[in-house]
């Protein structure tokens, strides 16, 4: 079956820190992949989507993803950390274009 | 705002009981998802329908129904109700399957 996972269910990093969010996907067909975030009580907020287009994938907020095929990976990254940016991180994938898949989450708390 | 509007916000209900949600996707969005996120077991993908026609099932009860309307809205059934169906329910939708999909802000259910 097709699905993503997320390493670490938690990462804790200080405010002007690097953000590195890993999510390895399983996909027999080259899959479409996206990162969503959820902030406290509200709906998932799409961050970036890889089509198959770049595989440098550019999102708001200051975050990006890089695809890379031989690694099945899809790490979310942003180079300094904002207080706002505490939420929980899911990523998701959609294999043949069908329904869409998510990682169990990763909750990213940022220190002051 | 993404869109995608959800009724109710929040609903408390007793064991047994049987209630609809129900969601109305992004104009022109065609793809309706429905997902069950709870604290142990994260976000599941419950059924998705593409224009009136179920599209993937995933992880749903045989106690819970789904069905999407021809104005496109969607409605979710949950029957017998037990404690453990206390949860978010996210409605998704997408212009296409596996497009990128939009969230409403989920019906927060509470089973007592």
């Known amino acids: 079956a097709q699905s993503v996972t997320q390493l670490g269910s938690h990462v804790s990093v200080s405010e002007g820190a690097l953000v590195l969010l890993r999510c390895n996907y399983s996909?027999?067909?080259?899959?479409?992949l996206f990162w969503y975030v959820q902030y406290p009580n509200q709906g998932l907020q799409l961050l970036l989507k890889?089509?198959?287009?770049?595989?440098l994938v550019k999102g708001i907020n200051g975050f990006e993803a890089e695809f890379k095929k031989s690694e099945t990976s899809f790490h979310l990254t942003k180079p300094s950390a904002h207080m706002s940016d505490a939420a929980e991180y899911f990523c998701?994938?959609?294999?043949?274009?069908?329904?869409?898949?998510f990682g169990a989450g990763t909750r990213l708390t940022v220190k002051p | 705002d993404s869109g995608v509007t959800q009724t109710p916000k929040h609903l408390i209900t007793a064991t047994g009981q049987r209630v609809t949600l129900r969601c109305s996707p992004r104009?022109?969005?065609?793809?309706v998802y429905w997902y069950q996120q709870s604290l142990d077991q994260g976000l599941q993908f419950l059924i998705q329908?593409?224009?009136?026609?179920?599209?993937a099932k995933g992880n749903i009860l045989e106690r819970f129904s789904a069905q999407q309307f021809p104005d496109l809205h969607s409605e979710l059934n949950l029957s017998s109700l037990e404690l453990g169906d206390s949860a978010l329910y996210f409605c998704?939708?997408?212009?296409?399957?596996?497009?990128?999909?939009?969230f409403g802000q989920g019906t927060r259910l509470t089973v007592v």
């Open positions: 998701a994938v959609s294999p043949n274009n069908n329904d869409m898949r």
């Open positions: 329908y593409y224009n009136g026609e179920e599209r």
């Open positions: 998704a939708s997408s212009v296409t399957p596996g497009a990128e999909a939009f």
């Open positions: 996909s027999s067909v080259p899959p479409y």
């Open positions: 104009s022109g969005d065609l793809s």
């Open positions: 890889y089509t198959s287009a770049a595989t």
